[in-house]
């Protein structure tokens, strides 16, 4: 609105001459038409002036090459000044969060690589923690690149900032992430309990775990976007002043954590009756015992954690500090916290690798060996008794190896 109102005046303000400095709107300001030489000097614009509640002075000059900078900047007479101890703390968190979502990142692209490469590890558990661990790669990625988009031209004038659309995209994506990895959370709830309950068969309901975790976050982010073009287009949908676009995003994201926290103290529940059961045998038992101890460790995969901040809409005082720390700082790290968990100590993974370790030491020496036979056949015709003692231990290791596997 403000847009086209600047443009509408410079319009009918258009001076019959082309020299000087053309008026223009610079997404934050509208500046008239001025001869070289001359300053123009506007208030700070009204969004800001309502938001911040300063009445500051912002200048440009026209000068032979142009336009000059905003004087002084923008963010020094409009903005509400920061205090010290917050940009120490926002900036001693989004060092932590960067570095976790970065380690996250390299555990989980290994995690990730290590499922897909070994064909006796897909089946449909594994094929859900891939789906987990995807959703942390883009929820991470999206992390990184909304920074980069906001925050990477914070010290330039508005005539320099990004794109809208770009910016806006940007935001679009990290809020599907977001959403999208809390429901893939839940999934590996639901699909832990089933086993339990051993409901239905798991390989046929894999379509309803794909689209519980990439479908639903596309129906909540469609009217998020929705609510924010009609309720609160203001700059790159960075700031959450509006009530309804908040909650849009916010509910679903209660209501995933809210059903995984119900899901949790279930399965506990399961776990312990099975374990008294006395029709339940020794290996079953022990496989339970696993389970229970496995599910202890499930609190941060499950986003348990996060029902401690659940309601806590309203950032103000020392309780969004604890927010911002427990959701940005340590929730950073939990990609790489699952990826240890269900790749890296899980059994099944690390006999693949301890496999294909013996594997490829096996090729190596008979490769060796093979080539100390060739040279002794050159030079000596026949092979000397040394040379059958190596091919013996070759094909002894060899029946060992075969064995094991």
């Given at each position: 609105?403000?847009?086209?109102?600047?443009?509408?005046?410079?319009?009918?303000?258009?001076?019959?001459?082309?020299?000087?400095?053309?008026?223009?709107?610079?997404?934050?300001?509208?500046?008239?038409?001025a001869d070289?030489?001359?300053?123009?000097v506007?208030?700070?614009?009204?969004?800001?002036?309502?938001?911040?509640?300063?009445?500051?002075?912002?200048?440009?000059?026209?000068?032979?090459?142009?336009?000059?900078?905003?004087?002084?900047?923008?963010q020094?007479?409009?903005?509400?000044?920061?205090?010290?101890?917050?940009?120490?703390?926002?900036?001693?968190?989004?060092?932590?969060?960067?570095?976790?979502?970065?380690?996250?990142?390299?555990?989980?692209?290994?995690?990730?690589?290590?499922?897909?490469?070994?064909?006796?590890?897909?089946?449909?558990?594994?094929?859900?923690h891939?789906?987990?661990?995807?959703?942390?790669?883009?929820?991470?990625?999206?992390?990184?690149?909304?920074?980069?988009?906001?925050?990477?031209?914070?010290?330039?004038?508005?005539?320099?900032?990004?794109?809208l659309?770009?910016?806006?995209?940007?935001?679009i994506?990290?809020?599907y992430?977001?959403?999208?990895?809390?429901?893939?959370?839940?999934?590996?709830?639901?699909?832990?309990?089933?086993?339990?309950?051993?409901?239905?068969?798991?390989?046929?309901?894999?379509?309803?775990?794909?689209?519980?975790?990439?479908?639903?976050p596309?129906?909540?982010?469609?009217?998020?976007?929705?609510?924010?073009?009609?309720?609160?287009?203001?700059?790159?949908?960075?700031?959450?002043?509006a009530?309804?676009?908040?909650?849009?995003?916010?509910?679903?994201?209660?209501?995933?954590v809210?059903?995984?926290?119900?899901?949790?103290?279930?399965?506990?529940?399961?776990?312990?009756?099975?374990?008294?059961?006395?029709?339940?045998?020794?290996?079953?038992?022990?496989?339970?015992?696993?389970?229970?101890?496995?599910?202890?460790?499930?609190i941060?995969?499950?986003?348990?954690?996060?029902?401690?901040?659940?309601?806590?809409?309203?950032?103000n005082?020392?309780?969004?500090n604890?927010?911002?720390?427990?959701?940005?700082?340590?929730g950073?790290?939990?990609?790489l916290?699952?990826?240890?968990?269900?790749?890296?100590?899980?059994?099944?993974?690390?006999?693949?690798?301890?496999?294909?370790?013996?594997?490829?030491?096996?090729?190596?020496?008979?490769?060796?060996?093979?080539?100390?036979?060739?040279?002794?056949?050159?030079?000596?015709?026949?092979?000397?008794?040394?040379?059958?003692?190596?091919?013996?231990?070759?094909?002894?290791?060899?029946?060992?190896?075969?064995?094991?596997?």
């Open positions: 609105m403000a847009e086209k109102e600047c443009l509408g005046i410079l319009a009918d303000k258009l001076p019959p001459h082309t020299k000087g400095c053309r008026g223009m709107w610079d997404n934050i300001s509208c500046w008239h038409h070289i030489g001359e300053v123009v506007n208030t700070c614009p009204t969004a800001l002036k309502t938001l911040f509640t300063r009445d500051g002075i912002i200048s440009r000059n026209c000068t032979t090459e142009g336009w000059s900078d905003v004087y002084p900047s923008i020094k007479v409009c903005f509400e000044p920061t205090p010290d101890e917050k940009v120490v703390f926002y900036t001693v968190m989004k060092t932590l969060y960067t570095l976790g979502h970065s380690l996250s990142l390299i555990a989980l692209i290994t995690g990730s690589t290590i499922l897909c490469l070994f064909r006796k590890l897909h089946c449909t558990r594994n094929y859900i891939l789906n987990l661990f995807f959703s942390f790669i883009l929820r991470a990625i999206a992390v990184l690149v909304k920074d980069a988009i906001l925050f990477s031209h914070e010290n330039v004038e508005c005539t320099k900032q990004p794109s659309i770009g910016c806006k995209a940007s935001l994506f990290f809020n992430f977001i959403i999208a990895n809390f429901y893939w959370l839940l999934v590996e709830g639901l699909y832990l309990h089933t086993l339990l309950m051993v409901i239905f068969s798991e390989n046929r309901h894999f379509i309803i775990y794909l689209l519980i975790g990439w479908g639903f596309t129906v909540f982010v469609i009217p998020w976007i929705v609510c924010r073009i009609y309720l609160e287009d203001t700059g790159c949908w960075e700031r959450n002043d009530p309804i676009p908040l909650r849009v995003i916010n509910w679903p994201i209660m209501a995933s809210i059903l995984n926290f119900i899901l949790f103290i279930s399965i506990i529940r399961i776990l312990v009756q099975k374990l008294r059961c006395p029709d339940v045998g020794g290996n079953d038992q022990s496989q339970y015992r696993r389970l229970a101890k496995s599910t202890l460790l499930l941060p995969l499950f986003g348990v954690h996060y029902v401690v901040f659940v309601y806590v809409l309203d950032e005082g020392e309780m969004e604890y927010k911002i720390f427990f959701e940005l700082g340590l950073s790290f939990q990609g916290v699952v990826a240890i968990l269900y790749c890296f100590l899980n059994s099944e993974v690390q006999s693949e690798l301890k496999r294909k370790w013996r594997s490829l030491r096996l090729k190596r020496y008979i490769g060796r060996d093979y080539r100390l036979h060739s040279s002794s056949i050159s030079k000596n015709g026949t092979e000397n008794m040394s040379q059958f003692h190596r091919n013996s231990r070759a094909q002894s290791f060899l029946q060992t190896e075969t064995t094991v596997v």
